[in-house]
């Protein structure tokens, strides 16, 4: 019995893991970057006071409130006993997969709004009955999002017609956060990236970079920066928001 499979979710390639035994709601540190480098001169009496506020590492924290989540698989004993798979093992690593592919959809698509219009997963419609993927509720229940944070903070390129000069674009939005390439990852739904393939510089790095095939889970780079197909970033409309009719959504 052959399986479809999936490509590995972005999640497993994200820094840090906060694990097990984590609280149901818990505030964690952020570290900060030390202030640039002044000018000195020698220090005389009285002249050299120290603000302490300004001497310290900044730091920051962020709270991280966990959200229960339950997949129900219903078997039959007759199934069970004569199923040619291991049965068990298959459904619970199945399960586990779904759960990562929501939590990246939360992570991706979440927005509480839940009204006629506004959700950016479907923005003329109200969203528990018009998702496509059967998400909706998924989505409500999480304040916000990846691409709702970059749609309400006008973090958007309008590219038109996609050329290899709007992906250094959209990577020039992260400004200083862009040089590290090693840091940065390209998240595109399938419309995009089918037709960043037709471009010269794309098949270029294709063919000939470091990533010409699958490399540590990414299909392949672009702009120097690993590269996912996350199952749940859809194709949008000319908004950047997704409709409830499938046949609007044709833009990445």
């Not at 509720?137 to 709007?166: A, C, P």
């Not at 010269?200 to 063919?207: I, M, R």
């Not at 197909?229 to 833009?251: C, M, R, V, W």
Request: net charge negative; glycine share 8%; with cysteine.
């Amino acid at each position: 019995m052959t399986m479809p499979g999936r490509q590995p979710s972005f999640i497993q390639a994200l820094p840090g893991f906060h694990g097990f035994n984590m609280g149901i709601s818990e505030t964690l540190p952020i570290k900060g970057i030390l202030p640039r480098a002044k000018g000195n001169q020698e220090w005389l009496t009285g002249a050299g006071a120290i603000n302490e506020g300004k001497k310290r590492i900044p730091t920051d924290s962020v709270t991280i409130t966990q959200k229960p989540l339950i997949i129900q698989v219903d078997i039959s004993k007759r199934f069970i006993n004569y199923s040619i798979d291991d049965l068990m093992t298959y459904v619970t690593g199945e399960m586990a997969r779904s759960i990562d592919v929501d939590t990246e959809f939360a992570i991706l698509n979440a927005d509480p709004t839940d009204t006629a219009t506004g959700n950016i997963n479907c923005n003329d419609a109200k969203p528990s009955t018009t998702f496509a993927d059967g998400a909706d509720d998924l989505s409500l229940q999480f304040d916000t999002s990846i691409r709702k944070y970059m749609l309400d903070n006008s973090l958007t390129v309008n590219v038109g017609t996609l050329e290899w000069t709007h992906f250094i674009a959209v990577r020039q939005k992260l400004g200083k956060y862009a040089i590290m390439l090693n840091d940065l990852m390209l998240l595109m739904d399938s419309v995009c990236y089918h037709k960043a393939l037709t471009l010269d510089e794309f098949k270029k790095a294709n063919e000939n970079g470091r990533s010409s095939t699958i490399f540590e889970g990414a299909i392949s780079n672009i702009a120097g920066v690993d590269l996912f197909l996350p199952e749940s970033f859809q194709a949008t409309t000319s908004d950047g928001t997704i409709s409830s009719t499938a046949a609007n959504n044709t833009k990445g």
